[in-house]
């Protein structure tokens, strides 16, 4: 089956700075690549996917991008602000699949 | 648009004692998931409904769970006997079957079997 690694578990950043969280994935027929982000106390939101015929998507100050040969894709925030912090899941599943395949979790702390 | 409704939110329990979890999904999503999460196991898929019926329940950690889903809008997940590794916070989702990647969370129920 789908195994997902997500680096780093934890990550402090400055107000103002840049995030990366990255991902990597086993099963080359995965194709969809949802992010989640998960706020203390609440259920996982999706925030933004990619899909394998892409290899960069942006939406404001987040971005995505993914590598089909390394099997690996990120997430990047920009201008890092303090609601930034909560904790990230990066997920992983196939077009024909029925299950999402989820990372290990970033908690991304943004000191003001 | 109500979201995905979860109760309790909170439950404290005995050992040995029944749980039951509820999910209500949202209207006109067909599928519907429950998971575990823990600080250990991170966030596990108990098991996965389509239409109703129950697609996968790999997940489910033993016999003492079990999971419904008797109507589109409503799903149980029981726990009997509870035992104190049972304690978690339990999230219901529900998706449309043709975009499974974009699941809505409820809120989620934190139990705590002692």
């Known amino acids: 089956g789908e195994n997902v690694e997500q680096h780093p578990s934890t990550l402090s950043v400055q107000e103002g700075d840049s995030a990366v969280i990255k991902c990597t994935y086993s099963?080359?027929?995965?194709?969809?690549f949802p992010w989640y982000k998960q706020e203390l106390g609440k259920g996982p939101q999706l925030i933004i996917d990619i899909r394998s015929n892409v290899g960069e998507k942006k939406d404001q100050r987040i971005a995505v991008t993914l590598n089909k040969t390394a099997k690996h894709f990120s997430l990047h925030i920009t201008e890092t602000q303090p609601e930034d912090s909560a904790v990230y899941f990066c997920a992983a599943i196939k077009a024909a699949g029925n299950k999402l395949t989820f990372g290990g979790g970033t908690r991304v702390l943004v000191k003001p | 648009d109500a979201g995905v409704i979860q109760s309790p939110r909170h439950e404290v329990t005995e050992m040995g004692q029944e749980v039951t979890l509820r999910c209500k999904p949202i209207?006109?999503?067909?599928?519907l998931f429950w998971y575990r999460q823990t600080m250990m196991r991170g966030l596990e898929l108990l098991i996965y409904?389509?239409?109703?019926?129950?697609?996968?329940d790999s997940g489910m950690p033993e016999d003492r769970f079990s999971a419904k889903m008797p109507n589109a809008s409503f799903s149980t997940l029981k726990i009997q006997p509870s035992e104190p590794r049972d304690s978690a916070v339990y999230f219901c989702a529900s998706s449309l079957q043709g975009a499974l990647y974009e699941q809505y969370f409820g809120p989620g129920t934190r139990l705590t079997v002692t």
């Open positions: 209207s006109g999503h067909n599928s």
């Open positions: 409904f389509n239409n109703n019926v129950p697609i996968d």
């Open positions: 099963d080359s027929a995965s194709n969809y």
